[in-house]
């Protein structure tokens, strides 16, 4: 089981900045897809984008493209989501999420992703 910690949650204004960071455990963390969640009040958990085994690709739900970034450094277990132009409807804890993958594989399912962090809030207001 590999153990996520993320970071970098808090509140920001309309407009404004976040960049969220998870930790992970994960001994061969380059034989792990990344993904980062989300979950409103009151709403389901939805993928929010993820990151292939090695980092040479990224793929993003229609809500955030163009505005989140997700980015890996392999060499510090390290995954990240640069979140541009906040708006009040991203307001959710923010989870991270792992899954031991073949290369090219785009996991973007909950059941895909074993490994879950315990989330990190993010507030935008209006």
């Known amino acids: 089981q590999v153990q996520l910690v993320e970071s970098g949650g808090g509140l920001v204004q309309a407009g404004g900045s976040l960049r969220l960071s998870c930790a992970t455990s994960?001994?061969?963390?380059?034989?792990?897809?990344m993904g980062w969640f989300r979950q409103a009040p009151g709403k389901e958990r939805e993928f929010v984008g993820g990151?292939?085994?090695?980092?040479?690709?990224?793929y993003y739900a229609d809500s955030v493209k163009g505005r989140f970034t997700i980015s890996r450094d392999n060499a510090k277990n390290m995954v990240y989501l640069q979140m541009n132009s906040l708006q009040p409807e991203d307001t959710a804890v923010y989870y991270c999420?792992?899954?031991?993958?073949?290369?090219?594989?785009?996991?973007?399912?909950?059941?895909?992703?074993?490994?879950w962090g315990q989330g990190t809030q993010v507030t935008v207001s209006s």
């Open positions: 999420a792992a899954a031991r993958t073949t290369y090219f594989v785009r996991p973007k399912e909950q059941t895909d992703f074993r490994s």
């Open positions: 994960a001994p061969t963390f380059n034989s792990y897809a």
């Open positions: 990151i292939i085994r090695g980092g040479a690709d990224t």
